[in-house]
C-alpha cells in the first residue's frame, strides 16, 4: 500500500499568512493527488484534484503543486474561515485508496 | 443541499451487525461509481470500500475484508454498506463519497453517519 505521510501535523498562523503543507507519497504517484478541507463537525470536502487542479467554487487562494512523491498544498492569504483539518489522498494505485494523517490548521 | 445523505448509524455490540444507506439526489446516481469511508472518533479518514457504477467491480480495505459488503440498487438509488462481525474499531463516523472520475476524486459526500461498537 502507499503510505501518504503530510507535515505538519499541525500549524497557526496570521489571518492573512500564506501557509503551506507537504505531502510525501512512499511511491511515484505522478500526479494522482487530491487535497481536501474539514471542518470541525463536517463532512470533508474536495478542494484540489490531479495536484493542482482547483475544484469548482474553491477560492483561489488555494492552490497545490507537485507530482511524483512529493506535493504542496497552499493557502494563499490565510482567512478565518479557513480553520480546518487538511487530507491529502492518493489514488495513483488502489486499493487502497490512502489519506495523509491530516493538518490542523489554527489561527494564531 | 447535500446530495448525499447516509442513515443506519446507531450503537451496536461487538460481533453485531448494521446496514447503512447512502440515499443521493440531485445527480443520476447510475452514472457514479460510489465510495464508503469513514473516520473514528478524533482520527483521520479511511477509505472502507468502493463499488463501480454497474456495481460490476469492488473493493475493500483490508481491515473490512470478509466482514463488511457494499452493494447498490440504481433503480431505487441507493447505496448500501452490510457491516456484520463489528468491532470495537468500527466504531467511526461513515460517509458515502461520489467518484467523479471513477478513480478516486471525491467531490460529494454525505454528513455522515455513526456507528457506535461498545457493550
Known amino acids: ?108 | 443541499e447535500v446530495p448525499l445523505v447516509e442513515s443506519g448509524g446507531g450503537l451496536v455490540q461487538p460481533g453485531g451487525s448494521l446496514r447503512l444507506s447512502c440515499a443521493p439526489s440531485g445527480f443520476t446516481f447510475s452514472r457514479y461509481e460510489m465510495n464508503w469511508v469513514r473516520q473514528a472518533p478524533g482520527k483521520g479518514l479511511e477509505w472502507v470500500s468502493h463499488i463501480s457504477a454497474n456495481g460490476s467491480t469492488i473493493y475493500y480495505a483490508d481491515s473490512v475484508k470478509g466482514r463488511f459488503t457494499i452493494s447498490r440498487d440504481n433503480a431505487k438509488n441507493s447505496l448500501y454498506l452490510q457491516m456484520n462481525s463489528l468491532r470495537a474499531e468500527d466504531t467511526a463516523v461513515y460517509y458515502c463519497a461520489r467518484d467523479i472520475l471513477g478513480a478516486g476524486v471525491l467531490d460529494y459526500w454525505g454528513q455522515g453517519t455513526l456507528v457506535t461498537v461498545s457493550s
Do not use: H
Open chain 1, 1 to 108: 500500500d502507499i503510505q501518504m505521510t503530510q507535515s505538519p501535523s499541525s500549524l497557526s498562523a496570521s489571518v492573512g499568512d500564506r501557509v503551506t503543507i507537504t505531502c510525501q507519497a512512499s511511491q511515484d504517484i505522478s500526479n494522482y493527488l487530491n487535497w481536501y478541507q474539514q471542518k470541525p463537525g463536517k463532512a470533508p470536502r474536495l478542494l484540489i484534484y490531479d495536484a493542482s487542479y482547483l475544484q469548482t467554487g474553491v477560492p483561489s487562494r488555494f492552490s497545490g503543486s507537485g507530482s511524483g512523491t512529493d506535493f504542496t498544498f497552499t493557502i494563499s492569504s490565510l482567512q478565518p474561515e479557513d480553520i480546518a483539518t487538511y487530507y491529502c489522498q492518493q489514488y495513483d494505485n488502489f486499493p487502497p485508496w490512502t489519506f495523509g494523517q491530516g493538518t490542523k490548521v489554527e489561527i494564531k
